[in-house]
């Protein structure tokens, strides 16, 4: 059984870093996309950042500069870079694997906090 298992969550003030991990476990072949995205409250989730295989790297506009994505294929993992964080940020991030097949899991998302 394939699990997501994401880290790195928390309070941070505007203008602050914060960095987000995810790890995939369990058996799973032919990893297409693996990377982050949001759902604030109220809001339908939407695309943070993903990244193919091959590296690469698709943005949200309003992320493109502020965040980074990066990924090991080897260990199956991807990382989240988030600078210059704004309230606007606030939301539960979570982590995302596609495969070849289309087939996709999720993370159980982890609570980004943007607040004075």
């Known amino acids: 059984q394939v699990q997501l298992v994401e880290s790195g969550g928390g309070l941070v003030q505007p203008g602050e870093s914060l960095g987000l991990s995810c790890a995939a476990s369990?058996?799973?072949?032919?990893?297409?996309?693996m990377g982050w995205y949001r759902q604030a409250p109220g809001k339908q989730r939407e695309l943070v950042a993903t990244?193919?295989?091959?590296?690469?790297?698709n943005y949200a506009v309003s992320m493109k500069g502020r965040f980074t994505i990066s990924r090991d294929n080897a260990k199956k993992t991807v990382s989240l870079q988030m600078n210059s964080l704004r309230p606007e940020d606030t939301a539960v991030y979570y982590c995302?694997?596609?495969?070849?097949?289309?087939?996709?899991?999720w993370g159980q998302g982890t609570q980004v906090t943007v607040s004075s």
């Open positions: 990244m193919s295989h091959t590296g690469y790297a």
């Open positions: 995302y694997l596609e495969q070849d097949s289309g087939r996709e899991y």
């Open positions: 369990g058996t799973i072949f032919a990893i297409s996309n």
